[in-house]
């Protein structure tokens, strides 16, 4: 059983408001949870231009996002991307804004990525794409809670994460969905009691 406090552990990667983590990881009994520790967002429209890392999140067809994790786990590991979208009335009581999007942002890419690094980049020496991992849908009315095994299935973007690890990962919209509906998908992540995040957990 996850410990429901976090007397003793250790924090894997720093991120805003970590005096809130407490909440967050005590309401997911399994998988464990990490938000991301760096968080960068670039655009093609202006290839030169410096981005460092924040908390704001854009993905569109010339906007991507980028993601860096760093965990500690037993060697058989697997992790998998999921998108914590609380609803925007919980979001509001809490003094805090829902995202913003048009288009289909049901199916948003997600690629494993090369090392992202610790200073600004811009979109010019944004990191390479490795491999497709899966989608993720951004949506607030997607309940997974009746989809019973979902996390196991594609289109989740899962993957090996056993031992001392770095994670990098680029969202972006499909190709696809940009051509036919349209695709932006904009916010600043919360990283408190509702949350809205894109986060890495612990497939269990």
Same mark, same amino acid.
Request: glycine letters at 6%; proline letters at 6%; hydrophobic letters at 35%.
């Given at each position: /059983?996850? $410990?429901?406090?976090l007397?003793?552990?250790?924090?894997?990667?720093?991120? =805003? *408001?970590k005096?809130q983590?407490d909440?967050?990881?005590?309401?997911?009994?399994? $998988?464990? /949870?990490?938000?991301?520790?760096?968080?960068?967002?670039?655009? !093609?429209? #202006?290839? %030169?231009?410096?981005?460092t =890392?924040?908390? @704001?999140?854009?993905?569109?067809g010339?906007?991507?996002t980028?993601? @860096?994790?760093?965990?500690?786990?037993?060697?058989?590991a !697997?992790?998998?991307?999921?998108?914590?979208? !609380?609803?925007?009335s919980?979001?509001?009581?809490?003094?805090?804004?829902?995202?913003?999007s048009?288009?289909?942002?049901?199916?948003?890419?997600?690629?494993?990525?090369?090392?992202?690094p610790?200073?600004?980049?811009?979109?010019?020496?944004?990191p390479?794409?490795l491999?497709?991992?899966?989608?993720?849908?951004?949506? #607030?009315?997607?309940?997974? %809670?009746?989809d019973?095994?979902?996390?196991?299935?594609?289109?989740? $973007?899962r993957?090996?994460?056993?031992?001392?690890?770095?994670t *990098?990962?680029?969202?972006?919209?499909?190709?696809?969905?940009?051509?036919?509906?349209?695709?932006?998908?904009e916010?600043?992540?919360?990283?408190?009691?509702? $949350?809205?995040s894109?986060?890495?957990?612990?497939?269990?």
């Amino acid at each position: /059983m996850f $410990p429901r406090t976090l007397n003793g552990l250790t924090f894997l990667t720093p991120y =805003p *408001n970590k005096d809130q983590a407490d909440i967050l990881l005590a309401s997911k009994k399994s $998988p464990k /949870m990490w938000f991301s520790g760096r968080i960068v967002n670039v655009n !093609s429209n #202006e290839p %030169s231009r410096v981005k460092t =890392p924040g908390s @704001h999140v854009v993905i569109s067809g010339t906007d991507s996002t980028f993601f @860096h994790w760093v965990t500690n786990l037993s060697p058989t590991a !697997s992790c998998y991307i999921e998108a914590v979208v !609380s609803n925007a009335s919980a979001l509001a009581a809490g003094g805090k804004t829902s995202y913003v999007s048009t288009g289909n942002i049901s199916a948003l890419e997600v690629w494993n990525v090369t090392a992202l690094p610790k200073s600004g980049i811009t979109w010019d020496t944004r990191p390479q794409r490795l491999n497709l991992l899966g989608t993720l849908n951004f949506t #607030e009315d997607y309940l997974r %809670s009746y989809d019973t095994g979902w996390q196991l299935r594609d289109p989740t $973007p899962r993957f090996g994460c056993g031992g001392k690890k770095e994670t *990098n990962v680029e969202i972006a919209c499909s190709a696809d969905a940009v051509e036919d509906s349209g695709c932006w998908l904009e916010f600043e992540t919360v990283f408190s009691d509702p $949350p809205l995040s894109i986060d890495l957990q612990e497939l269990r």
